[in-house]
Each structure stands twice: as structure tokens, then as C-alpha cells.
């Protein structure tokens, strides 16, 4: 096992310097330059020149992928936002913890509501809970995000304003409350700019993480009400895939003659549906999750600009947008290594639910 | 060419030569005495060969700032307001080294200073105690940013903010139904057009570019595509600029007229062309794309022109059609003012260098570069009426339409505005309680203002750093703000600001005329060690004051 994992992450190397090179490339194929985003509209040929030449913007594409491979591979570095002056990797640490909050967030509801559904539908097949179940699963996919945003924001922050379902509208917090890192609070004196700094950044940038083991429960509660919409949001979709992923794969599992043999023992049927059908129908369902990890580390444009959340996906749109290449590369960077991670868990995962696989 | 020098050496030596002579008053030499005490520094191009046109600025006393201009600025004061050219004390802007911390912590003299910029999500600020001025606001504000209108209308709805910037059109009816909100109309002044460039067939011949200007139905368009308050645009300049609507009033929507006119210069049956545009809201141009498609079905019908609408990258739209490379189509585009001058829309647009429209027209630029040193309105009038004549006569562009925005309050918030220039001030907004929330569209990119251009980041940068004039909250008139007055000598090429006395920064240290001279420096001096900024270009000081002093030689 040991072995083969290592053998998994000594292969992802070459798949991260091939995304490297490419992103690299196809970045700067984007029509538009970078010095009209930054400098805006006014800005003059005489002053893109000199923002070009300040920015090593003007070198051959060769020579600038030569030199930004060289700061990766030897400094670990993904050099400074070209818009706003600041490394990449400090922005990387601002932003992943949101969307990996959120993600999670959404992930967790989907799994919890959406597995059930899923085995209910196939135990009452063809009964009015399973079409009702796969229906709200096909709304559920169809369901436009940045709409079903703003439905729930209406509904819950304008509808139900002074009551006690309120919750707010937007925001990761509620205005003006920062909550103290747990490095502070704990007084531990990280020196700015260290590594070790810049890990307890990251780490207190989860926000309900930091909250919990710094007992700052004022600000886990403000978090948390303010995380339910979009993670409820953003779980809608792969919510709906996950039942109709478990309900298929139930279906085929309870047809089986084990089931058969296990009902036909007398085995309780709660027993034979979780013990014996579902543990084998969760490995199509593990893919599926796995799948929806990876794509939650890319960041949820819509749901992230809907609910006013920085992450990840916000970000690289805005880098795009504003051809920012190097935060493109560092963000896509860090996208393809969440990737990569999952996918190496999924695989890991396989062989503890089901024995018969054997990874050499 | 640049000297940083001091007034003291030569103080000195007066004196001395005073004193040898035997000559001086008492009252003299005390006033010497006084005077030997301050050293200013002095930014001195050395001569206007350089190109821009500031020679100097110099800081003679604590309280007094003297810029020599290379030639008369009838614009002075109107620019000298503006948020990027807010002064900082020297003291921060050496400890920063011009970038860095300088970036999010601003030191400035604002009734407001930055607590904290929490990355991504907010910017508290505190309010500043020792303000000079009046501050009725909040002792805490918070600034957030949401990039969709329709969920920062969700926060004002919900409670969660006090004000909201931009809303968009489609909700101006609710806020204005809602007994809980108040409307906030925003007449910044601006113009969207129809560019041309003139080098090429069928645009090098001019009676094609009258046609299509008569051949638009400009109130259909501001009827279907404008929010409330926006207009027919009668002339280039909207008319709240003083001498914007001098001259002739632009052609009314005449198809037969134009179809006629085309048919003169040689297309009966019209042409086919494109039109280019980017799909980027602007004020101006709230809906690019349906705009783009009105335009081509309007010349189709009205003229005869066949237009293939042709959607570009905003940065690649922006290079190409201001350099004048968009000679096979008309263009989409627009301007917003910058400052309240008519200089910030004519010579801009106008000027004998600029390419955007191909060959430029002596005789629009000709009356612009005249009346471009005259300070008195008045007598500048006549000038501006024959250069708006002209632009009538030789259709360079065709002025579509004024847009206008709105934003939104708390119908209980207090002393709410949006003034056309610039961004509301937090010290005059009372909710009455010790906390107000700002939404806005976008986090801004630094603090520096010095060196941004793009307007969430002044807006962020109104509240902590301030202007020597500061302008009104109606209208584009200057007021004092750090300089009680700046009087101009007789032919307006030498300003003397008077500062205000007792004014403190944020971290405590006093402000006085040095302090101005270096932020000025700064901006303005490319070899000055803290022109750095965020992205060093410093474009407002180069744009506005036509050049930097000292730029390397490439």
C-alpha cells in the first residue's frame, strides 16, 4: 500500500509541471493584456510599455516561462499578483480556507440528505417517495445556482427578517467582525513572512476551525448562519447526483442473490439494506464524491459571487478576467493538486470498503 | 534636473548680507529668523523641456505651497481635488518606502482611519478623533464590496448595510416603492459615442459620418436601453460641465436627411461595416451588447447600412480602438470625467495627438489649445462653442446619450448623497449608531490611491486621505479642504496654497507643507525613490499633469 502511494505522488509531478506549462501557455493566449486591467482605461501605449518591461511582460514567452519554472521549482514560488502587488501564495492563503469551508459545507448536506434519498427512493421504487425524491433531484441539478442564491437570500434574509430563522444575505461574517487568529490569541509570536507564519495563517483562515479551539463561540455562530445559504446553495447539485447515483446503484445491488440469501435467512431488513446492499453499492457513489471534492477545490464562481464569499473560484475569474496570469497559474496550481489528492484518496478509499480490491 | 533644495542656505545668507550692510529692521529679521527655521523642500523640474506642466512646487513656509506652472491650467483646481493627489505625511511615505505597508494602511489627515483591511470580505474603519473637520459619523464603518447589484439591494433589504452603491436599473422601482429605502440619482458626468476613425474609406469622407449621425434614433435608445435620469446627449460634453454645451446643439434623428446625405457621397444603397464594441457595464454604456444590436438595426433600417456587430476583450477593444486601428468599423466607447473641467472631455478627445479618430481637426483642437489657458469661463465660451461647432460639422464621433446612475439608503440613514464627484464622504452619513456598513461593487486593489485609477479603490481612499480643495456635494465646485485657499497670480501659472493650521494625521504628527511637496514628489517625480506604488505607473500624475519628471531614459 505504502508503496503504491508513494508511486501515485511521484507521478503526480509530471502531471503538475504539465499543468504548469500549460496553464503558463494558455494564459497568455488569452486575447487582452494584462496593462489595461491593471493600469484601466487611461493608461497610455508610453505607460503599458513601461508597466510591460516593469513586470518582465515584454520578455520572449520562452524566456518568461523559463524564469517563472525556475522561481517555482526553486523558491516554491509563485511570484506577485501582477494587479495587486502581492504574492500569489499569501492570496492562496487568504482564499482556499473559504472555499474549502464552503465546499465541505455543501458537500456535507449532500452526502447527509442526498445518500438517503437515494436508498429510500430505490427501497420504495416506483412509489410516490421515489419519484418525488427523483424529481426534486432532477429540479436540484436543473436548478440555476445563482438564482436559487438569491431565492434563498430573499426568502430567508428579506422575508424572514425579525424572526429567528433569519440569516444573513451575504458575507462569510457579519460587517466589521474580524475574529482574532488563533496564533494571536494563544500568543505564540510567528515572525511575519515565515513559513511557519504563513501555515498558522492558512490554518486560521478556517474560520470555524479557528473559532472552535480558540473558544470564540461569538464568531462560530455568526459563521455558521452565515455559511447555511450558500452551502445549501452550492450542495443542490451534487445532492441531486449523489441519490440518483445511490438509487441506481442500490437498485442493482438489491436485485443481487446475496440480498436474496440475506432476506431469505431472515436477516432484519434494515440490516440487509445497510450492512448488506449499501456498503457494496457505495463505490460508484465514493467516485461520484470524489469527483465533486476535486471540483470544490476549483471554487464555486457563482455560488462564491452570489453570497459575496473570496474564494478560490471568485478569484480566478477575477485573474482571468483581468488576465492576472500569475494568480491564474498559482490558484490552477493549487486546483490541480486538490485534484490529485482526492483522486488519490478515492482510490485508497476502495480498498477499505471493498476487500477484494488489491492495490499493488 | 530635479533639485531638492532648501530655503535655509539661502535664508542664511540674506541674513548675513543684511547684517554686514547694517541694514534691517528688527521686524525684518525676526520675520528671517522665523523663516530660517523651516526648511522646505522644493520639487523643481528645472525647466518645462521635460514636457508636463508642473515646474515646480515648493513649500516656502509650514502653511504655504507655491506650484509654478509651465503654462496657464484653468483645470488647476479641479485636479488638485481628486483623491489620487491626497497628501501623506513624508515621514510615512520614507518609512514605507512608497509600497508595502503604504499599500493598505494609508496615513492621512480623513475624518476615518483604517483599523483593518480583512482581505476579500471588508475594511473597518475607526473614526479619527483629532479630525480638523466636521464628523458626524459612525465610530465604526465597514466597507464591503459585492459584484452583483441585485445582492447588495439584498443587504440594504435585509438590514445588513446602511448604503449600497450602484444599483441596478431593474430594481430603481423597488427602492423607489419600498418606504424603507431612499434613492440616491448619481449625475456623474459622462458620454457614451460612436467613434470613427477617418483614415480609411467609407469614413475618411465626411458626409458618410454626417448621415449616420442623422440617420440614429438617440431618444429610442436612451428610452430603451437608459435608466431614469439619463438624456439625449445635445452636444459632447454634458451640460453640467461649465462650457460643455457652448455651440450648436447635435443633429436630431432625421433618416430621411441622412439617407439622402449617404446617397451624395455615393451610397444609395449604403455599405456594409462593422461595429465594435466590448460587453463591459460602464455608466455610460449599461447595456453594450443590446445597445450594439439597436445601432445595427437602426442603420440597417434608417440607412442602409448593412453592420456586422462585432464584440471584443475590453483591454484589446480598448488598445485598438484608441490607437486608431479600427478603421474597417465604428466603435463603441465612452469617457466619464475624471474632474469637473470641460478640458477632462475636449482636449482628452480632441487634442492634435490623439489617433482614436484618425486625423485630428485643426479646427477643433485649434480653439481647444486656446482656451485651454484661459481660467475665466466666460471669456473662454466663444472657444469652446466654435470647437463644439466644429466637432457638429466634422462628426469625428457621435455623441449618443448622458447615463445616469443610482444608488440606495436606509430611508433612515441621515444625511445621505452621492455627489458627482468622488464618493461619499462617511463623516456625513448618521445612522445613529456607532456602526455603519458601505456596500460598493469591488475590493479595492491597494490603498495607495496615488496610484489606482479605478474607483472603488478612491472611494476607499476618500475616507483616510485628503486633497488640498475638496469638491462640493452637488455639483463639481472646489471648496478648501487641507489648503484654505489657492489663489492664482494673474495669468493662473503660479497657485500659492494657503494650508489649514492644526491639522493632524492619523498617527499623530502634524501636517504642513513639506508634507504636500513630497506626496506630490512622489507621484510626479519618476526618480523619486517612492514613486513605487502598487504598479509604479502612477497614471493620474502623468495623465493629468501631461508628463513625469525625470523619466529614464528607455
Known sequence: MSKYILRRILLTIPVILGILVVTFVIARSIPGDPCRSALGERATEAACNAFNARMGLDKPIVVQLGIYMREILLKGDFGDSIR????????????????LELGFS???????????????????????????????????????????????????????????????????????????????VWGLGLTRGTTLYMFADFVSNFVFFNAIITGQWDVLVDAFRHMILPAIALSTIPLSIIARITRSSMLDVLGREYVRAARAKGVAENLVIMKHALRNALLPVITVIGIQVGTLFAGAVLTETTFGLSGVGRALFDAITGRDFPIIQGFTVVVAMGYVIVNLLVDISYAYIDPRIRLR | MKKLSTLFALLVAFSLVLAACGSGGTAVQDEFSALAEFEGLKLDAGSCDYGGKVLSIEAVDELTVVFTLCKPDPAFEAKIAFTPFGIQPQEHLARTGGSGELLENPIGTGPYQVAEWDRGNQIVYTRFDDYWGESNGASTVTLRWLTEGAARLQELQAGTADYVSNISPSDYATVQNDPNLQILYHQNPNVFYIGFTNTASPYDNVDVRRAIALGIDYQRIVDNFYPDGSEVASHFTPCAIPNGCEGESWYEFDAEAGRALLAEAGYPDGFTTRLYYRDVFRVYLPEPARVATEIQAQLQENLGITVEVVPMESGEFIAASTSGELTDGMHLLGWGADYPHVTNFMDFHFGANNPQFGNAHAEIYGPLQEASSIADVATAAPLYAEANNAVKELVPLIPVAHGAAAHAALASLQGAYYPPFGAPQFNFLNNGTDSLVFVQNAEPISLDCADETDGESLTACQQVVETLLEYGKDSGATFPELATSCDANADSTVWTCHLRDGVKFHDGSDFDADDVVASWARGLDASNPYHVGNTGSFDYYGYLWDSFMNVPAE
Open chain 1, 106 to 184: 455543501a458537500l456535507f448536506i449532500a452526502i447527509l440528505v442526498g445518500v438517503p434519498m437515494g436508498v429510500i427512493s430505490a427501497v420504495r421504487r416506483n412509489s410516490a417517495v421515489d419519484v418525488a425524491t427523483m424529481v426534486g433531484a432532477n429540479i436540484g441539478v436543473s436548478m440555476p445556482v445563482y438564482w436559487l442564491g438569491l431565492m434563498l437570500a430573499y426568502v430567508f434574509a428579506i422575508l424572514l427578517k425579525d424572526t429567528p430563522f433569519w440569516l444573513a444575505p451575504t458575507g462569510r461574517l457579519t460587517a466589521g467582525v474580524i475574529p482574532d487568529a488563533f496564533y494571536q
Open chain 1, 84 to 99: 495587486y502587488s502581492r504574492p500569489v501564495s499569501q492570496m492562496i492563503i487568504e482564499r482556499l480556507p473559504v472555499t
